[in-house]
């Protein structure tokens, strides 16, 4: 039975080939915890440091298929000019992505470097704006791939005669992204953010087949998010999220929350991070983590929803984020102003 549901979930993507090849973005379940992905203006965005470097891994299908989609982002961001620019400053970062989509071997990497400004707006709010070029990069292993005229009714043979015809298997483009954003801090244990971006606004071309300048072209992706960090106690921070984000004719939305929990006193130097989100339609996200020191480890499970249940058992995608945040001078860590709640 288990094989039977792998074959017409193999058949069921196969299907969506030509749709594959015009794929949509990436995305992590983990939003919060890829800035830079997120908004642009997140770029030296940073209430409770001057610098941070991330990764993130997400690994999508493994009980379904041999080869499952694999994502991976590293990036880091600072601000700069902080004492130099009266109430403002600069945040410059980059980021690098590597995807790889499944059995034919569709590889994507995506460079980015940005650049946001941030303005303090009296004593409790901060307005951002700001934008990202990249260098993107999709290629694909033709002699992998197999497409629904060659199924036999039992299996994919890539020997078989096939009309989807490719005309290259690699394509290059620039890529521009720009994004504001928007903190209310009135009290030291209230903390407001929320953003919107929006993605390919010089509408590159990316396919891998013959086709119109139009219908090539990858379309804009709009971002909006909402957060908050609101300090209970001197124990408890609570973290809610809520994010939505649309392409085209797919949209996603997700909404939840997380709490770090302070086990080490005064100066939460360790925090035990639980928390749960829901993707709608689709999967619910249970999300666990740690942070000792400013370096933040979280982990989260997508548990699949959606009708794909019935062919890969509730198991849908795992992600592991890594975060160190920091000071130039960590004299600055008692002199800075923090923006959100701490312990």
């Known amino acids: 039975m288990k094989t039977d549901r792998k074959i017409i979930f193999l058949v069921a993507m196969s299907l969506q080939v030509a749709g594959i090849l015009h794929a949509q973005d990436l995305h992590f379940s983990q939003f919060f915890n890829s800035p830079l992905t997120t908004n642009p203006a997140n770029t030296g965005f940073i209430p409770d440091?001057?610098?941070?470097?991330?990764?993130?891994?997400?690994?999508?299908?493994?009980?379904?298929?041999?080869?499952?989609?694999?994502?991976?982002s590293v990036f880091g961001d600072a601000q700069l000019f902080r004492n130099q620019i009266e109430n403002g400053w600069l945040g410059l970062g980059g980021l690098i992505l590597s995807d790889v989509a499944g059995s034919g071997g569709m590889r994507s990497t995506k460079i980015y470097g940005s650049l946001a400004y941030h303005q303090q707006l009296g004593n409790s709010s901060l307005l951002s704006a700001g934008f990202n070029v990249g260098w993107?990069?999709?290629?694909?292993?033709?002699?992998?791939?197999?497409?629904?005229?060659?199924?036999?009714?039992?299996?994919?043979?890539?020997?078989?005669?096939?009309?989807?015809?490719?005309?290259?298997?690699?394509?290059?483009?620039?890529?521009?992204?720009?994004?504001?954003?928007?903190?209310?801090?009135?009290?030291?244990?209230?903390?407001?953010?929320?953003?919107?971006?929006?993605?390919?606004?010089?509408?590159?071309?990316?396919?891998?087949?013959?086709?119109?300048?139009?219908?090539?072209?990858?379309?804009?992706?709009?971002?909006?998010?909402?957060?908050?960090?609101?300090?209970?106690?001197?124990?408890?921070?609570?973290?809610?999220?809520?994010?939505?984000?649309?392409?085209?004719?797919?949209?996603?939305?997700?909404?939840?929350?997380?709490?770090?929990?302070?086990?080490?006193?005064?100066?939460?130097?360790?925090?035990?991070?639980?928390?749960?989100?829901?993707?709608?339609?689709?999967?619910?996200?249970?999300?666990?983590?740690?942070?000792?020191?400013?370096?933040?480890?979280?982990?989260s499970y997508d548990a699949t929803t959606s009708s794909l249940t019935k062919y890969n058992n509730f198991q849908g995608a795992n992600e592991l984020s890594i975060i160190k945040k920091g000071f130039y001078n960590e004299n600055n860590s008692d002199t800075r102003q923090v923006f959100c709640p701490k312990f």
């Open 49 to 72: 440091a001057d610098y941070r470097l991330g990764a993130h891994y997400r690994n999508q299908y493994s009980s379904i298929l041999s080869s499952p989609y694999k994502t991976i």
């Open 136 to 299: 993107a990069n999709k290629r694909i292993d033709v002699s992998k791939l197999t497409f629904p005229d060659q199924f036999d009714g039992k299996f994919f043979d890539n020997a078989l005669p096939s009309s989807v015809i490719l005309t290259n298997n690699n394509v290059s483009y620039l890529d521009i992204q720009v994004g504001m954003n928007y903190a209310y801090f009135p009290t030291e244990d209230i903390y407001i953010n929320g953003g919107y971006s929006i993605h390919h606004v010089n509408g590159p071309q990316e396919t891998f087949f013959s086709s119109s300048l139009d219908s090539s072209k990858i379309p804009m992706r709009h971002i909006g998010f909402l957060n908050a960090l609101l300090k209970v106690n001197d124990r408890v921070i609570i973290n809610p999220n809520m994010y939505y984000t649309n392409q085209a004719k797919s949209s996603e939305f997700v909404v939840g929350l997380n709490a770090n929990y302070n086990l080490s006193g005064e100066g939460g130097e360790k925090q035990l991070i639980v928390g749960v989100y829901y993707r709608a339609g689709d999967a619910v996200v249970p999300m666990v983590g740690f942070e000792i020191k400013n370096i933040r480890f979280t982990f």
